[in-house]
């Protein structure tokens, strides 16, 4: 099997490259960033094309490296908070992206699947339990919308013309490597002060899943990518509150740090997502870092990183 994934130089393309390739995958990355020759092994990737997800930079790879198996679609806006601060630039990056992606597998190989990696912002606030994907949808900020309307366009593309597809909704994917966000703002303070004065109350409540598990997840569900477009959930399916992460992450910090909220609401921030798993499950999924080895081992890397 030959996959391409779009933005693969970023916190979960970096994990997906290593993991498919250390399962037999031939692995093709496009996107921004340079990945000197020599790194090419390393990164778990056999080829990279540096530049935007458009006809030109996908014909050339197509004509260098043969037709793909599938595309894994990452390439898209990443955060809440920057498509507050620059909604068309993250709109471009998600939505303009996705629509050159899927009319060149349109127009030049129409037999490539693709899996769109979406995310729970779709789902909005209103939730107070776990969320089948079958949940009404209601974008809370104009990064959610933006996905939900990436998700409009595979299913149009899908139902148009016969494209093979399947859509993940990750939820609150962590991990060593991952440099911006809630945990990497909190040992950044930590480590400046002993102390993080965090946006929030605390009592949000998120659906954590380890970058290395999200990776699997992708792998498994590329599999199911076919006419029917099936939607899977990315998470665990247990729920924990910001602020019982932030402690446990000062624990492992330090015995005197301390953490404190602003009691400020975030706009875009939905009060509670916690994922139905069921369709994963069903799959064969089951998440195999447990949250707290998992947040241990972020500090760990931030410490090694940062020192």
């Not at 790194?39 to 043969?66: I, K, M």
């Not at 992206?97 to 349109?106: F, G, K, P």
């Not at 706009?267 to 998992?294: K, N, V």
């Amino acid at each position: 099997m030959s996959i391409l994934v779009t933005g693969a130089r970023g916190f979960i393309g970096r994990a997906l490259c290593r993991h498919l390739t250390d399962q037999g995958v031939r692995v093709c990355g496009l996107g921004h960033g340079d990945v000197p020759a020599g790194e090419l092994e390393s990164s778990g990737l056999a080829c990279w094309r540096q530049g935007e997800v458009d006809f030109a930079n996908l014909d050339g790879l197509a004509a260098a490296q043969g037709p793909f198996s599938a595309v894994v679609h990452l390439a898209g806006g990443s955060t809440v908070g920057a498509s507050i601060r620059a909604p068309l630039e993250d709109f471009n990056r998600t939505c303009g992206t996705s629509v050159q992606l899927l009319d060149w597998i349109r127009a030049r190989s129409p037999h490539t699947a693709v899996l769109v990696i979406s995310s729970a912002a779709v789902y909005g606030g209103g939730h107070s339990g776990p969320i089948r994907e079958d949940a009404a949808t209601s974008p809370a900020s104009p990064y959610g919308t933006h996905k939900l309307v990436m998700e409009l366009l595979c299913r149009s593309y899908v139902r148009n013309f016969g494209i093979k597809a399947a859509i993940l909704r990750l939820f609150s994917v962590y991990g060593e490597g991952l440099k911006k966000q809630l945990l990497w703002d909190l040992c950044a303070a930590l480590a400046r002060d002993g102390s993080a004065l965090l946006a929030g109350s605390g009592e949000e409540m998120r659906d954590w899943i380890h970058v290395s598990d999200a990776a699997e997840l992708i792998r498994m569900v590329v599999a199911k990518a076919s006419i029917e477009c099936p939607i899977f959930n990315g998470g665990t399916g247990r729920c924990s509150k910001v602020a019982e992460i932030a402690a446990y992450v000062a624990g492992c910090w330090s015995s005197a740090a301390q953490v404190r909220f602003s009691g400020e609401r975030r706009p875009g921030d939905p009060r509670c997502l916690l994922a139905d798993p069921t369709r994963a499950t069903d799959i064969g999924f089951h998440p195999r870092i447990e949250l707290h080895t998992g947040l241990l081992r972020y500090v760990q890397w931030f410490r090694e990183t940062t020192s």
